[in-house]
């Protein structure tokens, strides 16, 4: 089966602790991308990556921080300087980073303890 | 910014009608990109149209594009009770793509 998973699916943060998101895929593509999206909105862009060893900052990018180490991999870690991490979060893949479209996977539910 | 905004916010409709779902935008972009988010799930891709298209189909959905007025908009025909689902539109410019705040639809049997 090609496709993005992420785990776990839900994950619970205590204040002051790092976190970090898995997201797989072996669908070969190049880009990778990390989104944030809170109830009732749309998404924000946090982080993403075109290629492996380079990543840029999205448009939400404080507080969080990533890596791209291998091309099927692009963990997200949620830091304690994130104040309000409580979100849904989703991980998207593309092919390339232009004018692509892009595979979303099933999402990671962060809650605050 | 290019961001797109739908419209209207949320659309209750009965089985069987069309649903049209709008979206407008503010800068010139590259393609416009329809995405459904199934309540707590990843986004799915729908249809992508470029900017030198008008029109696309696929299967019931129909979207197009009017650069001029720098809109889109999706038509669902003969709407099912599994369309119920939030659907976003969302820019590509020349770097990232960015979306909407969404739709939320509700198909009624």
């Known amino acids: 089966d090609g496709g993005i998973t992420q785990s776990p699916k839900y994950l619970f943060r205590k204040e002051g602790q790092n976190v970090t998101l898995s997201c797989e895929q072996n669908?070969?593509?190049?880009?990778m991308y990390w989104y944030r999206q809170d109830p009732g909105q749309g998404l924000r862009l946090i982080y993403y990556?075109?290629?492996?060893?380079?990543?840029q900052k999205g448009d939400i990018a404080e507080g969080y921080s990533v890596s791209r180490e291998k091309k099927e991999s692009f963990p997200l870690t949620v830091t304690s300087a994130q104040k309000n991490p409580t979100a849904f979060y989703l991980c998207?893949?593309?092919?390339?980073?232009?004018?692509?479209?892009?595979?979303f996977g099933p999402g990671t539910r962060l809650l605050v303890l | 910014s290019q961001q797109g905004e739908e419209d209207p916010q949320a659309l209750s409709i009965q089985e069987g009608e069309n649903a049209t779902m709008n979206c407008s935008y503010k800068?010139?972009?590259?393609?416009l990109q329809w995405y459904r988010q199934n309540s707590g799930r990843g986004l799915v891709h729908l249809i992508l149209?470029?900017?030198?298209?008008r029109e696309k189909h696929s299967g019931r959905l129909r979207v197009t594009l009017d650069t001029s007025k720098k809109s889109s908009s999706l038509l669902i025909t003969a709407s099912r009770a599994a369309d119920t689902a939030s659907y976003f539109c969302?820019?590509?410019?020349?770097?990232?793509?960015?979306f909407g705040q969404g739709t939320r639809l509700t198909i009624n049997p």
């Open positions: 969302a820019t590509q410019g020349a770097q990232k793509l960015v």
């Open positions: 800068t010139s972009i590259n393609n």
């Open positions: 998207a893949s593309s092919r390339d980073g232009v004018q692509e479209t892009q595979y």
């Open positions: 990556s075109q290629i492996v060893n380079d990543f």
């Open positions: 149209i470029r900017s030198n298209e």
């Open positions: 669908l070969n593509h190049d880009a």
